[in-house]
């Protein structure tokens, strides 16, 4: 513990406002790990059920009603069961409204990942600015005057430069893996979406087509 804080004050002042970007990066990927598994996952028999086209509303409406009320696809589906009487571009248009939503909230404070992957970098280059004009100060006309201030100001530099581009690293990696998840989400939601609109349409052109034979009996 006394090393790694040796280490810390050698970085110097620009290793607070680094720590600061780590905390943040670290608590947003956090919190997007909480999410996706909470509210983005589909039950494969949801999935399989939507895929087949085979199905009853009320069988569909059972097992929605089983999902959590937080989980995005159970407010996707939902959304366009309760408006499955309307006519199919109001669905669509509902739906869509709702996926706009979704992908608001599977977005949040992702801008903050990427906004540190840019960030760290110039920190780091910054504390690295300071270190090495410490250590140029401690060289006096007749040459290095003090040898180990001269090292401590190159250590500072270093220090802040490595661990700048670790925070950002990190960030990067984390703001592409969430990027790819959120875009996985939206692609098996627009994919399902698109069975279920297809029902709905299905169905109203069966009721048509009824509705018809019936007039003209």
């Known amino acids: 513990m006394f090393e790694m804080w040796k280490t810390f004050t050698l970085g110097g002042i620009m290793m607070w406002p680094l720590s600061l970007l780590g905390i943040i990066a670290i608590a947003v990927m956090l919190e997007k790990t909480f999410i996706f598994r909470r509210d983005a996952n589909i039950p494969e028999n949801v999935a399989d059920l939507l895929e087949s086209y085979e199905f009853s509303w009320l069988e569909l409406t059972q097992i929605l009603s089983n999902m959590p009320k937080s989980n995005y696809f159970y407010r996707f589906f939902s959304t366009i069961t309760q408006n499955r009487e309307h006519p199919y571009w109001w669905t669509e ?95 098996d939601m627009e994919r399902l979406g698109t069975r279920l609109i297809d029902r709905v349409r299905l169905d109203q052109h069966a009721n048509q087509e009824t509705n018809k034979i019936n007039q003209q009996g």
């Not at 190159?154 to 998840?181: C, D, E, H, K, W």
Request: charged share 10%; aromatic share 6%.
């Open 93 to 187: 248009s509902r739906a869509a409204d709702e996926a706009q939503i979704i992908e608001h909230h599977l977005s949040r404070r992702l801008w903050l990942l990427e906004t540190i992957v840019t960030a760290a970098p110039l920190m780091g280059l910054m504390g690295t600015i300071a270190g090495m004009m410490h250590a140029f100060q401690l060289i006096g006309q007749n040459g290095l005057v003090n040898p180990t201030g001269v090292t401590g100001g190159v250590a500072q530099a270093l220090i802040a430069t490595a661990i700048g581009l670790m925070i950002a690293l990190v960030s990067l990696f984390g703001f592409n893996y969430f990027s790819r998840l959120q875009a996985q989400t939206l692609d």
